[in-house]
């Protein structure tokens, strides 16, 4: 519903071949507040008028000549299939009515009827029909920017429903397998992987629909030609009564991450070259905080020298949250041996990004450490806003 501090930006179009409808419309939408009128005396004008944009809604007579408004309707409906559009007609025909359904009309009024009655019924709808139509279209903009995001992340993105059945694959995704993904979409784990993977995978779908939560999962996957280590992120998708009947797998490529690991573990002297060539981001630091070491990718990401970054403990780089949350994270990682969150970054000039920080516990000549691996999320919040109900600080 359009709030009646908005009603100053509404734009309407009336349409009759009787410029005294224009008087009428204009004194009773101006009662209401809605001051921006204009005025078109044939079919032909309002569809010109129409093409240049700018209005929010058309409210047209049936009966003109030249061009009806039946006919008005079908052009503007050839241009954008829900636009509001409102007909009105003196003539109390079904036919008409039915023609009008049938063409996509937004609401339909017979004129025979006083015309305040009248007025208030339009306004009502073309209120009504201007907010419903406006929240649509944010609605489809979103779904816009998603399927931009999803489509041009590097990471492989499936929708898995709850019997195994591939749904959605990205186009990335697609050319992993060296297929289109029309070719994959409707096919089963057991189609797409060895028959130990997909029972394997499945297991953890299951997982993820009968307990709603979230699940991180790194494996090694074998390959005649090469082997290949890739990190999945399992998030449940609900339906409006909060069942999971899909879940949406985010998988990327982190062999390099799982070298510079070894070479860690192994305190190997090709680590640093290993951990500064890396375009992750990495950061090392001790269990209290403290940055003992980065890289380039990490300087660049957040703005610093390294000389700066040494100085800075983690808590300078992250959201307040992760403070507050800092000693249950350090706890379930010493658990678990690896820990995957999001949460916002905040760079040297103040500004935030979302982020997916993975990290692993290392033992250094006895001391533990905590390396790291920083994942800058695209479209900002948008993404956190995405997984964020799956998936945050507060959650742990």
């Not at 030249?66 to 503007?76: R, Y």
């Not at 950061?283 to 700066?308: H, Q, R, V, W």
């Not at 691996?373 to 945050?392: H, M, Q, V, Y």
Request: hydrophobic share 40%.
């Amino acid at each position: 519903m359009i709030k009646e501090s908005d009603y100053s930006r509404i734009n309407i179009l009336v349409v009759d071949d009787d410029p005294a409808i224009y008087d009428f419309a204009k004194f009773f939408f101006g009662k209401a507040g809605i001051k921006n009128i204009q005025f078109a005396t044939s079919g032909k004008e309002a569809f010109l008028l129409f093409q240049k944009k700018g209005f929010n809604l058309i409210i047209s007579d049936f009966d003109m000549n030249g061009m009806n408004g039946l006919e008005l309707l079908h052009f503007v409906r050839e241009s954008d299939k829900e636009f509001p559009f409102l007909l009105l007609s003196g003539k109390r025909s079904e036919e008409i009515a039915i023609q009008a359904i049938h063409e996509g009309v937004t609401a339909y009024f017979n004129k025979d009827m006083d015309t305040a009655s009248l007025y208030a019924q339009i306004i009502h709808s073309a209120i009504e029909s201007i907010g419903y139509y406006e929240a649509k279209q944010k609605l489809k903009n979103k779904e816009k920017m998603y399927r931009a995001l999803v489509e041009s992340a590097k990471d492989v993105i499936v929708v898995h429903n709850n019997e195994g059945v591939l749904t959605f694959i990205n186009e990335y995704g697609a050319t992993v397998y060296g297929k289109k993904s029309e070719e994959l979409i409707g096919k089963k784990l057991e189609d797409l992987f060895p028959t130990n993977l997909a029972a394997q995978f499945k297991a953890s779908v299951n997982d993820v629909i009968e307990s709603g939560k979230t699940l991180f999962k790194s494996r090694k996957y074998t390959f005649p030609d090469r082997e290949i280590w890739m990190e999945t992120m399992l998030l449940p998708l609900k339906d409006d009564d909060g069942n999971t009947n899909e879940v949406m797998g985010i998988s990327r490529d982190i062999t390099k991450r799982m070298e510079i690991e070894c070479a860690l573990r192994k305190n190997d002297k090709v680590y640093k070259a290993l951990f500064q060539a890396s375009s992750d981001p990495i950061i090392i630091g001790e269990p209290d905080g403290k940055i003992l070491d980065c890289n380039i990718s990490a300087c660049n990401l957040f703005g610093y020298t390294k000389e700066e970054m040494l100085g800075l403990t983690s808590f300078d780089i992250a959201e307040e949250k992760f403070r507050e949350n800092h000693g249950t994270l350090v706890k379930t990682l010493i658990k678990k041996n690896t820990l995957s969150v999001i949460m916002d970054g905040i760079r040297r000039d103040g500004t935030r990004f979302s982020m997916q920080v993975t990290t692993d516990l290392m033992q250094n000549e006895g001391r533990s450490e905590i390396v790291a691996f920083i994942r800058d999320l695209p479209c900002g919040r948008l993404t956190k806003s995405f997984f964020e109900p799956a998936l945050n600080l507060a959650g742990l």
